[in-house]
C-alpha cells in the first residue's frame, strides 16, 4: 500500500515490535501520531523510532486546532521532500548531459590528455592518449597513478637510460626524483 502521508490516529501502544512494524510500513513518509492522554512517553517512543510529530488529545477538544497545524506541517514536509527529490533528478539529467559531453569531447581531441588530482591519481583521459602512448588500457584499471604509468613507462625503456631522453634537465631530475624505482 502507498501513502502520500500518514496520519496514524490510534491509541498508540508502544511496544517495540509495533512501532518497527509500522516505521517500516511508512518509511520515508512524513507521519503524525496520536497517543492518549498521559501517553506522552509513548509518542517520545514514537519519534525514537522515526515518525515526525505526535498530539495527545485533551477533553476539550483543543487539540483538533493543534492536529490541523501538525497536519499542516507534515504535508509541507513531504512537498519539501518531493521538491528535493525533483531539484535531486533535475541535477542528475544535468551531470549527466555534461559528462555525455565532456566524454565526446575527450574522444574527438587528436592529443592525448590526462588530469591527474593532487594525490598523482589519473582522474580523466582519453583513448588518444593511450594510443599515442602505446600504452595499454589494463594499466589503468582500478585507480590508475602517476607513479604506476612511470614505472610502465621505465620498465619499458620509454625513457631511455637514466632518463636521458627526458631532453629538459629539470625535468629529467624531477622524474628521476620523483618516481626512481629503488634505486
Known amino acids: ?43 517520545a517512543y514514537a519519534l525514537r523510532y522515526g515518525f515526525d510529530d505526535f498530539v495527545v488529545p485533551d477533553e476539550q477538544s483543543v487539540w483538533l486546532s493543534r492536529l490541523a497545524q501538525q497536519i499542516e506541517s507534515v504535508l509541507a514536509r513531504l512537498r519539501e521532500r518531493r ?31 590526462a588530469n591527474f588530482d593532487t594525490d598523482g591519481r589519473i582522474r580523466v583521459y582519453n583513448q588518444r592518449m593511450l594510443e599515442l602512448l602505446e600504452l595499454p588500457s589494463e594499466l589503468f584499471d582500478g585507480e590508475p597513478n602517476m607513479e604506476r604509468l612511470v614505472k610502465f613507462q621505465t620498465e619499458r625503456g620509454d625513457f631511455g637510460p637514466d632518463f636521458s631522453l627526458i631532453d629538459d634537465p629539470h625535468a629529467r631530475n624531477y622524474v628521476m626524483q620523483e618516481y626512481a624505482l629503488g634505486e
Open 1 to 43: 500500500q502507498v501513502f502520500d502521508a500518514a496520519l496514524v490516529a490510534q491509541s498508540w501502544v508502544a511496544e517495540e515490535t509495533a512501532a518497527r512494524d509500522m516505521l517500516a510500513l511508512l518509511q520515508g513518509i512524513p507521519t503524525l501520531v496520536t497517543v492518549p492522554t498521559g501517553g506522552e512517553a509513548h509518542a
Open 83 to 113: 521538491s528535493m527529490r525533483a531539484e535531486l533528478a533535475r541535477m542528475d539529467a544535468l551531470l549527466a548531459e555534461k559528462t555525455r559531453a565532456l566524454e565526446v569531447t575527450l574522444a574527438s581531441v587528436s592529443q592525448g590528455i
